[in-house]
C-alpha cells in the first residue's frame, strides 16, 4: 500500500527543512534553530518512514549511518572512473621555477609569461572521492593505488558537512559529478576526541590524519559517525554539462551546491604569487584549525590543464610545495 500524499509531502518538506539546517550548521556555521528543536523535526522524519519504509531514500538525513558489515568482510574494490594521480612535491624555489617554465615551454607561451594560478592548503588528511548521480551520493571510495579504491560509501555518509543531495542553486546540478577531496579532523575537534576517549578509558589516537583515515576504514558506520570527520573538497573530475572554465568557478559552484570552503584558496599571479602564498601560510602553520603539510597549486585554466595532460603517474598542471617536516615528541 503506498503512503498518503500527506505523508509523502510532510516527508519531502522534513527532508528539505533539515539539509537546511544540516547545511547551516555544518558548512556555514550559523545555525537558526536549537539541537532540541532539530532532534524534533529529525524524529518525526524517522516515525513517518518507519511508518511507510517506502519513502526511504539513500539521500534522507536518517540514513547517514547504516548497518555495520558483517565481522571479517572487507571493503569491496571498484575501479576509479578517472585514476586519482600523483602529485608532484617540490620543497624550493628553484624547482617551483623550473615547474613553471617546463609548462611555458610545453604551451608553447613567450618565455617568462605568468600564468593564473590557484593556490590552496595541502591538507593532512585522507583523500576520498564522491559519486553524485542527479544530485544524490551515491559512491565514494578512497585513493587506494590511484587506479583502485575501497568503497566506504557507507562511512562517508556520516561526514554531516558532506551532502547527501547537492542543493539547488543558480548553477544547475550536473547529472554526474565527481568530487575529489580530503577528509580531516581539525584540530580543536581531535583534542576533544581524545579527551572524551581518555575518559571513556579508550586509547588516545596519535594525530588527527591518523585517526581520519583508520576512521574511514572501519566496519561500523555508528562507530565512524563517532570521529568528528569534515570533507573539503578540491577538484571535480567529472562534471557533465557545467561549462566550468577555471578553478576559481569550479570552487564557487562547489560551495552553492552544499560543499564546505575552507576560506583559504587564493587565486595569484605567476609563481612569485604561489612563492609567497606558501611562505605566508607556513608562517600560520601552527594557528590554522587544520594540520596542513604543504600548498598545492594548479592552473586556473581547466583549457590549459587538459592541453598539459599527465604523465603516468602524475598530473602535469599542479605540484604540492611541501613544508619542512615538523618536530613533535
Known amino acids: ?37 532539530y532532534d524534533k523535526l529529525f524524529r518525526e522524519l524517522k516515525e513517518l518512514e518507519t511508518r511507510h519504509p517506502e519513502l526511504v531514500t539513500p539521500d534522507s538525513p536518517t540514513q547517514r549511518v ?34 613553471e617554465a617546463r609548462i611555458v615551454r610545453f604551451l608553447g607561451l613567450e618565455s617568462g609569461a605568468e600564468l593564473d594560478w590557484v ?12 559519486l553524485y548521480v542527479d544530485g544524490v551520493f551515491v559512491r565514494g571510495l578512497t585513493r587506494g593505488d590511484g587506479e583502485v579504491g575501497e568503497d566506504i560509501t557507507r562511512n562517508l555518509r556520516t561526514v554531516r558537512n558532506l551532502p547527501l543531495r547537492l542543493a539547488a542553486s543558480a548553477r544547475p546540478v550536473p547529472k554526474r559529478l565527481e568530487v575529489r577531496g580530503e577528509i580531516l579532523i581539525g584540530r580543536a575537534a581531535f583534542e576533544r576526541f581524545n579527551r572524551e576517549r581518555e575518559a571513556e578509558g579508550k586509547p588516545v589516537l596519535a594525530n588527527p590524519r591518523n585517526a581520519a583515515a583508520g576512521a574511514l576504514r572501519r566496519n561500523d558506520p555508528s562507530e565512524v559517525a563517532r570521529y568528528p570527520l569534515q570533507f573539503f573538497a578540491w577538484a571535480a573530475p567529472q562534471s557533465e554539462g557545467t561549462g566550468l572554465a577555471t578553478q576559481t568557478e569550479l570552487a564557487a559552484a562547489l560551495s552553492t551546491w552544499g560543499f564546505s570552503d575552507s576560506g583559504l584558496a587564493r587565486k595569484v599571479r605567476g609563481i612569485a604569487g604561489c612563492v609567497e602564498y606558501r611562505n605566508d601560510l607556513l608562517a600560520k602553520r601552527a594557528e590554522l584549525a587544520y594540520e596542513v603539510d604543504g600548498v598545492v597549486a594548479k592552473l586556473d585554466r581547466l583549457d590549459l590543464r587538459a592541453r598539459l595532460g599527465e604523465t603516468a603517474r602524475s598530473t602535469r598542471w599542479q605540484f604540492a610545495y611541501k613544508f619542512p617536516a615538523s618536530e613533535a615528541s
Open 119 to 130: 593556490v590552496e592548503p595541502k591538507f593532512d588528511g585522507a583523500s576520498a572521492s564522491l
Open 66 to 99: 547504516g548497518e555495520p558489515l558483517s565481522e571479517g568482510q572487507g571493503s569491496e574494490k571498484v575501479r576509479h572512473d578517472v585514476p586519482m594521480l600523483s602529485i608532484d612535491s617540490l620543497f624550493d624555489e628553484d624547482e617551483v621555477g623550473d615547474f
Open 1 to 37: 500500500m503506498s503512503a498518503p500524499k500527506s505523508a509523502v509531502q510532510r516527508v519531502k518538506a522534513l527532508r528539505e527543512d533539515l539539509a537546511r539546517h544540516d547545511r547551516l550548521y555544518y558548512v556555514e556555521a550559523r545555525p537558526e534553530i536549537s539541537d532540541a528543536e
